[in-house]
């Protein structure tokens, strides 16, 4: 398998001026991501999975260090990346159609196509019968999904999720993390995907990547060798998830320990 | 864009006892004008006041009649309406781009803002004396009072509108590959444009209520000028047609407003900004 994302000696640095203090996002990371890999960032909050997510996308900029995808430096968001906000990010004032057609649209896709491609992802994400709805008139839940069908429509070669399911009920979530399996595996799109459940980076992941808190860096890197779909209920599902849960723990009591000191 | 969807409207229950609950609403309406129009006829009829203080409705509605039969209240409304789309127009104009600009650019709303708060709480009354002096009696100095009313509530909200853009959807709209000047009318005008019309309509109110006080200003027409000469010449009646013309116009043009932002942005109650 190819390389996709490489990332070398990353360091980010946000200084707030209001603050006049500087927070070290995320110190020393090192990443490869292979193509087709699903990889899951794994961590408490504020530990920097957002910002390792928009350096990807290239919102932001490295302090020192690089992100390549495809062997390129990342110098700009670009239609290869498809992101899922954590915030959503669509449009309110266009309808459920209207935001997934939009990429299409702004490249000159044909009102044809454009309707295959709506009909199609709105299936997908299961949200027909609400193509005409604004997002203001959806649940969280809904929104999430038609972020998730705006991006997928757009046909990015990665697709970078911010805790695309953040805002699920736990039975919802689990449907729609095989959903999102089941759409994985027809194309197998390099996926990187921010959560901090770990029942849900064990199930999705071919690799969760933890990440610890204040400075954030790469903790542990945890192979999941099991069959999808996953069983739940399975012993070794449950033994990786023991695994990256003392991972974890360790990890908090850590980064609280510190914070106390300083 | 897709046809054959599965949320097709329906007569549902609930349906229903929306259509039940605005026909109410109109009804209420109707009572409450209704009352009013009595209280006021029983007003004068009891001879508590008299009628030179307060005439009645239905001497009011005959003076109405006279004048629209003679033509004249036509027009007064149409000289009015002339001043107010005048002054209206002539705001937009100024207040769209300089909004755009300070909404847009740090830099013009620190040079431009400190002199809009300076000035905003000067009333439009404050200004006829230099707007005379400036401009003279003729149709200019009324226009420009009417002009500087309305500049306000347009240049604020286009500012807001264009600050209220939001950062992650011009994130989105760039992974999705679309381009910057794609980005300014798909993404930026679009999302302003709730709070510009709004600006647009409170500014047109403002022009209509800033119309009588521009009409101080010496004129032979308007129902402004309907009020003052009412004034000099002891007609309380012809005080009130202005004023209940100018009441009915202003409650129409809001309506009217109200039902091409409905139009223009049929999101817009989906949004859960306020105002
Ligand atoms: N624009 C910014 N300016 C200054 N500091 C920032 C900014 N964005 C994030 N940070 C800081 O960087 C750190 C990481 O933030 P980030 O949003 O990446 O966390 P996260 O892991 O996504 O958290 P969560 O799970 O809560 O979404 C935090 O300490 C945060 O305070
Ligand atoms: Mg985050």
């Given at each position: 398998?190819?390389?996709?994302?490489?990332?070398?000696?990353?360091?980010?640095?946000?200084?707030?001026?209001?603050?006049?203090?500087?927070?070290?996002?995320?110190?020393?990371?090192?990443?490869?991501?292979?193509?087709?890999?699903?990889?899951?960032?794994?961590?408490?909050?504020?530990?920097?999975?957002?910002?390792?997510?928009?350096?990807?996308?290239?919102?932001?900029?490295?302090?020192?260090?690089?992100?390549?995808?495809?062997?390129?430096?990342?110098?700009?968001?670009?239609?290869?990346?498809?992101?899922?906000?954590?915030?959503?990010?669509i449009f309110?004032w266009f309808t459920v159609s209207q935001n997934i057609a939009f990429g299409p649209r702004?490249?000159?896709a044909s009102k044809r196509e454009q309707e295959d491609i709506v009909r199609h992802y709105v299936d997908l994400v299961h949200l027909t019968g609400f193509e005409h709805h604004y997002p203001g008139e959806l649940s969280?839940g809904m929104k999430q999904r038609v972020s998730i069908a705006r991006s997928l429509a757009n046909g990015?070669?990665?697709?970078?999720?911010?805790?695309?399911?953040?805002?699920?009920?736990?039975?919802?979530?689990?449907t729609?993390?095989?959903e999102?399996?089941r759409i994985?595996?027809l194309?197998?799109?390099?996926?990187?995907?921010?959560?901090?459940?770990?029942?849900?980076?064990?199930?999705?992941?071919?690799?969760?990547?933890?990440?610890?808190?204040?400075?954030?860096?790469?903790?542990?890197?945890?192979?999941?060798?099991?069959?999808?779909?996953?069983?739940?209920?399975?012993?070794?599902?449950?033994?990786?998830?023991?695994?990256?849960?003392?991972?974890?723990?360790?990890?908090?009591?850590?980064?609280?320990?510190?914070?106390?000191?300083? | 864009m897709t046809s054959g969807d599965a949320t097709q409207d329906v007569e549902t229950p609930r349906a229903k006892?929306a259509?039940?609950?605005?026909?109410?609403?109109?009804?209420?309406?109707?009572?409450?004008?209704?009352?009013?129009?009595?209280?006021?006829?029983?007003?004068?009829?009891?001879?508590?006041?008299?009628?030179?203080?307060?005439?009645?409705?239905?001497?009011?509605?005959?003076?109405?009649?006279?004048?629209?039969?003679?033509?004249?209240?036509?027009?007064?409304?149409?000289?009015?309406?002339?001043?107010?789309?005048?002054?209206?127009?002539?705001?937009?104009?100024?207040?769209?781009?300089?909004?755009?600009?300070?909404?847009?650019?740090?830099?013009?709303?620190?040079?431009?803002?400190?002199?809009?708060?300076?000035?905003?709480?000067?009333?439009?009354?404050?200004?006829?004396?230099?707007?005379?002096?400036?401009?003279?009696?003729?149709?200019?100095?009324?226009?420009?009072?009417?002009?500087?009313?309305?500049?306000?509530?347009?240049?604020?909200?286009?500012?807001?509108?264009?600050?209220?853009?939001?950062?992650?959807?011009?994130?989105?709209?760039?992974?999705?590959?679309?381009?910057?000047?794609?980005?300014?009318?798909?993404?930026?005008?679009?999302?302003?444009?709730?709070?510009?019309?709004?600006?647009?309509?409170?500014?047109?109110?403002?022009?209509?209520?800033?119309?009588?006080?521009?009409?101080?200003?010496?004129?032979?027409?308007?129902?402004?000028?309907?009020?003052?000469?009412?004034?000099?010449?002891?007609?309380?009646?012809?005080?009130?047609?202005?004023?209940?013309?100018?009441?009915?116009?202003?409650?129409?043009?809001?309506?009217?407003?109200?039902?091409?932002?409905?139009k223009?942005?049929p999101y817009?109650?989906t949004?859960?900004?306020?105002?």
């Open positions: 398998m190819s390389e996709k994302v490489h990332i070398t000696d990353l360091n980010m640095i946000y200084v707030s001026d209001r603050l006049e203090r500087s927070v070290t996002a995320l110190e020393d990371i090192d990443l490869s991501i292979a193509t087709g890999e699903f990889v899951c960032l794994l961590g408490p909050s504020g530990c920097g999975k957002t910002t390792l997510l928009n350096l990807i996308a290239g919102f932001l900029q490295p302090t020192s260090g690089s992100v390549l995808v495809n062997g390129t430096p990342v110098s700009a968001p670009g239609p290869d990346r498809g992101v899922v906000f954590q915030e959503y990010g309110p702004m490249r000159g969280g990015p070669d990665i697709l970078l999720m911010d805790e695309p399911f953040g805002a699920l009920d736990a039975m919802t979530r689990e729609m993390q095989e999102l399996l994985w595996e194309d197998k799109k390099t996926c990187v995907f921010v959560t901090h459940s770990i029942a849900e980076a064990v199930y999705l992941a071919d690799r969760i990547v933890i990440l610890s808190a204040h400075p954030g860096r790469v903790k542990d890197i945890v192979e999941v060798d099991l069959e999808r779909l996953r069983d739940r209920s399975s012993g070794e599902y449950f033994e990786l998830y023991r695994h990256v849960d003392v991972t974890l723990r360790v990890e908090m009591s850590k980064s609280r320990e510190e914070y106390e000191e300083a | 006892a259509t039940r609950r605005g026909r109410s609403a109109y009804l209420y309406t109707l009572i409450s004008l209704a009352g009013l129009f009595i209280v006021w006829q029983l007003v004068v009829s009891a001879q508590w006041v008299t009628e030179f203080f307060l005439p009645g409705p239905a001497r009011v509605f005959s003076l109405m009649v006279e004048m629209v039969v003679d033509g004249t209240l036509f027009v007064h409304i149409v000289v009015s309406l002339g001043r107010v789309i005048a002054g209206f127009l002539l705001a937009v104009l100024v207040a769209l781009p300089l909004g755009m600009l300070i909404g847009l650019w740090r830099p013009m709303f620190h040079l431009v803002d400190p002199w809009i708060e300076l000035v905003r709480p000067i009333p439009p009354i404050a200004w006829i004396p230099l707007a005379i002096m400036w401009l003279g009696l003729g149709e200019e100095s009324k226009v420009a009072i009417i002009m500087y009313g309305a500049f306000f509530p347009i240049v604020l909200n286009t500012v807001s509108g264009f600050r209220g853009v939001e950062r992650v959807h011009i994130w989105a709209a760039l992974t999705l590959g679309v381009s910057r000047q794609q980005i300014f009318w798909h993404v930026i005008m679009r999302s302003a444009l709730p709070r510009v019309v709004v600006g647009l309509r409170l500014g047109a109110g403002m022009a209509f209520i800033v119309l009588v006080a521009a009409e101080l200003i010496l004129a032979d027409a308007g129902l402004g000028f309907l009020i003052q000469d009412g004034r000099y010449q002891l007609k309380t009646e012809q005080i009130m047609v202005g004023i209940v013309v100018i009441g009915v116009i202003g409650y129409f043009i809001n309506k009217g407003l109200l039902w091409l932002e409905s223009w942005i817009r109650e949004l859960d900004q306020n105002t």
